[in-house]
């Protein structure tokens, strides 16, 4: 069975989580500016994170779900495993794996795990809509 169809409609629908991650990180971060700085500052903050931590996670969503994502489903469907559970728990067991390579730093290894988990679970939404037009 080909399950192209799957696959690509997981990782385009994979691309919805760092709008959701990065905008609680900027909500976050204008809260925490509104308290110390201002109305003003709290705007500053909030766009400039929602764009800073927007570009670098597209960034890490395009190449986790591409090397990681992509394989992971392929195997996991032709063993008829899919689940979000099981799919969640892989992409934040990646993103903490990622995370342990790159940073020392326990607020970024979670924003890590945070892409890692919301990712696939997009991922997985969106192949399993995808399924269900089959």
């Given at each position: 069975?080909?399950?192209?169809?799957?696959?690509?409609?997981?990782?385009?629908?994979?691309f919805?989580?760092?709008?959701?991650v990065?905008?609680?990180?900027?909500?976050?971060?204008?809260?925490?500016?509104?308290?110390?700085?201002?109305?003003?500052?709290?705007?500053?903050?909030?766009?400039?994170?929602?764009v800073?931590?927007?570009?670098?996670?597209?960034?890490?969503?395009?190449?986790?779900?591409?090397?990681?994502?992509?394989?992971?489903?392929?195997?996991?469907?032709?063993?008829?495993?899919?689940?979000?559970?099981?799919?969640?728990?892989?992409?934040?067991?990646?993103?903490?794996?990622?995370?342990?390579?790159?940073?020392?730093?326990?607020?970024?290894?979670s924003?890590?795990?945070?892409?890692?988990?919301?990712?696939?679970?997009?991922?997985?939404?969106?192949?399993?809509?995808?399924?269900?037009?089959?």
């Open positions: 069975m080909n399950y192209g169809n799957e696959m690509r409609a997981g990782y385009l629908f994979s919805l989580s760092p709008f959701l990065s905008g609680a990180v900027a909500i976050w971060a204008a809260i925490e500016e509104l308290n110390h700085n201002g109305i003003a500052a709290m705007f500053g903050a909030f766009f400039g994170s929602y800073l931590f927007g570009i670098f996670s597209f960034l890490y969503m395009a190449v986790f779900c591409a090397i990681i994502g992509l394989p992971t489903y392929y195997v996991l469907r032709k063993l008829n495993w899919v689940n979000p559970i099981l799919i969640v728990i892989i992409g934040g067991g990646a993103g903490f794996l990622y995370a342990l390579t790159d940073t020392a730093n326990p607020y970024f290894r924003l890590f795990v945070a892409y890692g988990a919301a990712g696939a679970f997009f991922f997985w939404l969106g192949s399993s809509r995808a399924r269900k037009k089959l």
